[in-house]
């Protein structure tokens, strides 16, 4: 972790560039539907105004492949930053360039510049050393608040902390690492992991880095069907990788070998087709009978899960335990989203779709943590190191 975060920077009159991750969701009339990244961001930039620095915000926004595509430009950002800070926020049209050069030298103390999609250039993320040093050019400080993207090397990240004498996290980036960190390196005990999602192949690596740290992994969603199906268990047509069938027979031995506890589904949400209004069934049993497919984990399964989640001390979840996009299939996360709520447990919720199915159900305060980085999060508990960490680890 970076030795310095920004509490510990004097920003007064400096100028602050700051990335963060304001990669928002967008509706088809570029409208925010979901502004949690924006806020995440709020306390390091009100520290900055706060104490007297000029703020320079950069970030990326959906995958505009290095050329301008106006419905990704941030001007949406900049309104629903406006609002949430009460002041106006001058948006550039570019992040790079004399016209943001002017803009940022007649900044007053206590102004905010939001720059232009940084992919608007393909020098971004290809991590392009002297786009990496126009960026930095008129800063005096840099920080890094963009948890989202801390596992890229891209020049907002990596190359621009070479040419800023000074960076440091900012709280979000502390915030993140501090959480992940804490499970990784010294979680009280009991400590599980429920791991779900659509590939197995996505999750093998942090399953193999876990196996040592926890005493017992939770098992739903796709993946689960190439672990069964791998003990020779009948799956179906439920999503089978049938080129990891081999590596899950290695995981499960392993983990029989260091003891620690590995729970697959006991039974189903079964139906026949993938939609909400196929017909369904519930399996009394873990297997998947010929024509049907286990869509999500089933009530025993549930009570069992609940149970463990309510005896652990530390619990990390990452991945939805079925098809919680249609209702009909969504019972298992709900379930595994409402025993984490109601534990005592330090519980962190990593990954895009628990993220959304526990701000669906309203439950995101009854959990320790929720990460803003899905991918970040994942990479983070395989045991890699972030580049957008490492660069500011380096430095400091
Ligand atoms: P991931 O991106 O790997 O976290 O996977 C999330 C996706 O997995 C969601 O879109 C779910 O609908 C999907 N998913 C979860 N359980 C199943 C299942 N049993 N069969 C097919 N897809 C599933």
Not at 100 to 129: C, K, P, Q, W, Y
Not at 201 to 214: A, G, H, M, Q, T
Not at 321 to 337: P, R, W
């Amino acid at each position: 972790m970076a030795k310095l975060t920004i509490g510990d920077v004097d920003v007064q009159g400096r100028k602050v560039l700051v990335r963060v991750d304001f990669n928002v969701p967008l509706d088809e009339q570029c409208n925010i539907t979901d502004d949690t990244r924006i806020r995440a961001a709020l306390p390091t930039i009100r520290y900055i105004l706060d104490n007297g620095g000029k703020a320079i915000l950069m970030s990326h926004l959906g995958r505009p492949k290095g050329k301008v595509v106006e419905s990704l430009r941030m001007n949406p950002v900049a309104k629903r930053l406006s609002e949430l800070l009460g002041l106006t926020v001058k948006k550039m049209d570019d992040c790079i360039g004399s016209e943001v050069n002017n803009a940022i030298s007649t900044m007053s103390n206590g102004d905010v510049v939001l720059l232009e999609n940084l992919r608007f250039h393909a020098e971004e993320t290809a991590g392009d050393e002297d786009f990496a040093k126009e960026l930095a050019s008129s800063a005096d400080i840099y920080i890094d608040d963009a948890f989202g993207t801390a596992h890229r090397a891209h020049a907002s990240m990596v190359g621009v902390t070479h040419y800023i004498a000074e960076s440091a996290a900012g709280y979000l980036l502390e915030k993140e690492i501090r959480y992940l960190s804490g499970v990784v390196e010294k979680p009280k005990k009991p400590f599980i992991a429920i791991l779900g999602g659509a590939k197995v192949s996505d999750k093998i690596p942090v399953i193999e880095n876990l196996l040592d740290k926890v005493d017992c992994l939770l098992i739903g969603g796709a993946m689960a069907y190439t672990f069964l199906k791998a003990q020779n268990i009948a799956v179906g047509l439920s999503r089978v990788e049938e080129d990891k069938l081999e590596i899950c027979q290695k995981l499960l031995s392993d983990a029989k070998e260091k003891n620690t506890e590995l729970l697959l589904p006991q039974d189903h949400v079964i139906a026949d087709a993938f939609k909400n209004d196929a017909n369904r069934m519930v399996t009394d049993n873990s297997e998947t009978p010929d024509g049907w497919m286990g869509l999500d984990i089933g009530p025993n399964t549930i009570v069992t899960y609940a149970h463990r989640i309510r005896k652990a001390c530390t619990v990390l979840w990452n991945g939805p335990m079925g098809v919680f996009e249609m209702s009909n299939f969504a019972g298992g996360t709900e379930g595994v989203a409402r025993a984490l709520a109601d534990s005592a447990s330090v519980s962190i919720v990593g990954g895009g779709d628990s993220v959304s199915a526990i701000n669906k159900l309203g439950l995101a305060d009854f959990v320790t943590h929720v990460s803003t980085g899905g991918g970040a999060s994942l990479e983070y508990l395989e045991g890699k190191v972030l580049p957008g960490v490492a660069a500011l680890t380096d430095k400091n």
